[in-house]
Structures are given as structure tokens and as C-alpha cells.
């Protein structure tokens, strides 16, 4: 049996063992499965995050790679369960809600398959808890070779769930002053970094001098004047906005957390979802 590389990523936190029992069901009927942790701290039902991690991550893995992923508020309704096939990178398996939205976005030349055929189910099905039921089983089987064609009938790449303003947008206005990118929080990092839905790309449509009088508020919190190239190009707890590693605008305090204004005069703390507006100046 060859071994193959499964990711999970899923929104079940570390407290309870259910990340644990995917394991055991992927590894009992796939003992050489190598499986990969990509995150289990996506906010609880925040399937935008899911998306964001999804898509930051799963192009670092070899071709054939397997990638489980369960953030799934809609477990037990009549949410689809899917696995969707890219050629040269790999399979997708979850629910049908968005979750896969930048791959789907992203390949045309995909195949998804609704799962149906209970072969690849585990009995007795319960009604919220299909990542141990139907798709750690569906991917381990994936993994050990069993045919795609067999999980169930396709479905076409237009009728698949694709979150709506996955990526913000510039909207021009009358005027420089009414012109503005309308972005959102979709992941705050192990670090406090707000990391925002903004791609690098967007800015290198505009004048390149933008970059440098943007003024990028994040609610009542921050207001930030220029984006920066390194964290060094601040002095300690000064807000900053840069590109992450994944070419996407992020928030950060030097030395300090972004999320976390307690004993400002905006106290609180910023989640993901969290509106940021961007403006510039001509």
C-alpha cells in the first residue's frame, strides 16, 4: 500500500478528541497514510478562514496530496458532501459550503463528485459528526486507491459553493477621496497579525505610489498611513501594514499583538470578519 500525504484542516480546537478520531478512522483503513496538521484553530464555523488557510497552504504539498478539510456549520442539513479532483495537485474533501472556494476559483479543470456511495462511509452515519463518518473514511479510501468515479455522481463547477467577496475589491469613486478597497479581517495568526483578504496583486494594478499613501483603517482601532516591507521599519507596538508571506496586506504591531487594543481608547479586541477600509490618494 503506497503511502500517501493527507492535510486536515478542520475548526475542532485541541480540547476534545475529534481530530484524534479522524486519525483513527483514516489510519485504520490506510495504516501508511502520512498524515499533516495544518490547523485546527479556525474560529469555530468560520468557513472564510477555512477557505483563507486552505488556500495559503495546500500549494506547498506534493502532487497527489490529499487534503480533508471540515468547517462545517451545516453538518446534518442537505449540504452537499464533496471531493473535488485537480489534476497534477490533488483531492479536496469536505463539505460543499465554500470552504474550497479559491480552488475552485482557482481550476477550471476540476472533476467534483458528490459523496454518496456508502462504501466509502463509515455505519452508522451520525448527523454531526461526518468528518469521522464520511469524509476521513472517503479519504482514507482516496488515499488507498480506491476509484473517484465511485464516491458518486459529478457535479458541475458552476453549481459548487463559492463564498461571495472572497477577495476585496477596489471601488472607484467620484473621487481619491471616495475611492477605497472595502477588505476583511480573515485570520488573526499565532502571532496577533490580522491578515487581511487584500492580495499584493490588487495594489500592482493601481500606481505603484499608492502603496505608499494608502491609508488602511481597520475599524475604530488602527489607521495606518503607507504600507512597509519589513517589521523592522517600526519601532516597538507601532502599528504597520505590510504583505505576509502569502502576498496578502496584513496588520501587525511591532513586538506586540494587533488584535489586542486593551488600554487604548478604542479597547477591545479584533476577530476575524473584522471590516478594514482602505483608501488613496492620485
Given at each position: 500500500?503506497s503511502?500517501k500525504?493527507?492535510?486536515?484542516?478542520?475548526?475542532?480546537?485541541?480540547?476534545?478528541?475529534?481530530?484524534?478520531?479522524?486519525?483513527g478512522?483514516?489510519?485504520?483503513?490506510n495504516?501508511?497514510?502520512?498524515?499533516v496538521?495544518?490547523?485546527?484553530?479556525?474560529?469555530?464555523?468560520?468557513?472564510r478562514?477555512?477557505?483563507?488557510?486552505l488556500?495559503?497552504?495546500?500549494?506547498?504539498?506534493?502532487?497527489?496530496?490529499l487534503?480533508?478539510?471540515?468547517?462545517?456549520?451545516g453538518v446534518?442539513?442537505?449540504?452537499?458532501?464533496?471531493?473535488?479532483?485537480?489534476?497534477?495537485?490533488g483531492?479536496f474533501?469536505?463539505p460543499?459550503?465554500?470552504?474550497?472556494?479559491?480552488?475552485?476559483?482557482?481550476?477550471?479543470?476540476?472533476?467534483?463528485?458528490?459523496?454518496?456511495?456508502?462504501?466509502?462511509?463509515?455505519?452508522?452515519?451520525?448527523?454531526?459528526?461526518?468528518?469521522?463518518?464520511?469524509?476521513?473514511p472517503?479519504?482514507?479510501?482516496?488515499?488507498?486507491?480506491?476509484?473517484?468515479?465511485?464516491l458518486?455522481?459529478?457535479?458541475?463547477?458552476?453549481?459548487?459553493?463559492?463564498?461571495?467577496n472572497?477577495?476585496?475589491?477596489?471601488?472607484?469613486?467620484?473621487?481619491?477621496?471616495?475611492?477605497?478597497?472595502?477588505?476583511?479581517?480573515?485570520h488573526?495568526?499565532?502571532?496577533?497579525?490580522?491578515?487581511?483578504?487584500?492580495?499584493?496583486s490588487?495594489?500592482?494594478?493601481?500606481?505603484?505610489?499608492?502603496?505608499?499613501?494608502?491609508?488602511?483603517?481597520v475599524?475604530?482601532?488602527?489607521?495606518?498611513?503607507?504600507?512597509?516591507?519589513?517589521?523592522a521599519?517600526?519601532?516597538?507596538?507601532?502599528?504597520?501594514?505590510?504583505?505576509?508571506?502569502?502576498?496578502?496586506l496584513?496588520?501587525?504591531?511591532?513586538?506586540?499583538?494587533?488584535?489586542?487594543?486593551?488600554?487604548?481608547?478604542?479597547?477591545?479586541?479584533?476577530?476575524?470578519?473584522?471590516?478594514?477600509?482602505?483608501?488613496?490618494?492620485?
Amino acid at each position: 500500500m503506497s503511502q500517501k500525504i493527507i492535510t486536515l484542516t478542520t475548526d475542532f480546537g485541541e480540547k476534545s478528541g475529534y481530530v484524534g478520531v479522524m486519525k483513527g478512522v483514516i489510519l485504520s483503513l490506510n495504516p501508511s497514510a502520512l498524515l499533516v496538521d495544518l490547523s485546527h484553530q479556525v474560529t469555530p464555523q468560520n468557513i472564510r478562514e477555512g477557505a483563507f488557510l486552505l488556500h495559503t497552504t495546500y500549494n506547498h504539498f506534493p502532487p497527489g496530496t490529499l487534503h480533508l478539510a471540515v468547517v462545517d456549520p451545516g453538518v446534518g442539513t442537505e449540504r452537499r458532501g464533496i471531493t473535488i479532483q485537480v489534476p497534477e495537485v490533488g483531492y479536496f474533501v469536505g463539505p460543499d459550503n465554500g470552504l474550497f472556494s479559491s480552488i475552485i476559483q482557482a481550476y477550471p479543470n476540476l472533476t467534483a463528485r458528490e459523496i454518496t456511495n456508502r462504501a466509502f462511509m463509515r455505519e452508522p452515519v451520525s448527523y454531526t459528526f461526518h468528518g469521522r463518518d464520511i469524509f476521513a473514511p472517503t479519504t482514507a479510501l482516496l488515499s488507498r486507491g480506491e476509484d473517484f468515479e465511485g464516491l458518486g455522481s459529478t457535479i458541475p463547477r458552476e453549481q459548487l459553493m463559492v463564498l461571495k467577496n472572497l477577495w476585496a475589491s477596489w471601488q472607484p469613486g467620484n473621487t481619491a477621496r471616495t475611492s477605497r478597497i472595502i477588505a476583511q479581517v480573515v485570520h488573526v495568526d499565532h502571532f496577533g497579525n490580522l491578515i487581511t483578504n487584500v492580495p499584493r496583486s490588487l495594489f500592482e494594478t493601481l500606481n505603484t505610489a499608492q502603496i505608499e499613501k494608502a491609508n488602511i483603517q481597520v475599524g475604530s482601532f488602527y489607521t495606518i498611513t503607507g504600507i512597509v516591507d519589513t517589521y523592522a521599519q517600526a519601532i516597538s507596538n507601532e502599528p504597520i501594514a505590510l504583505f505576509s508571506s502569502s502576498s496578502l496586506l496584513e496588520i501587525a504591531r511591532v513586538n506586540s499583538r494587533a488584535d489586542t487594543i486593551s488600554g487604548q481608547s478604542s479597547p477591545g479586541r479584533i476577530i476575524v470578519g473584522q471590516e478594514v477600509k482602505i483608501t488613496v490618494e492620485f
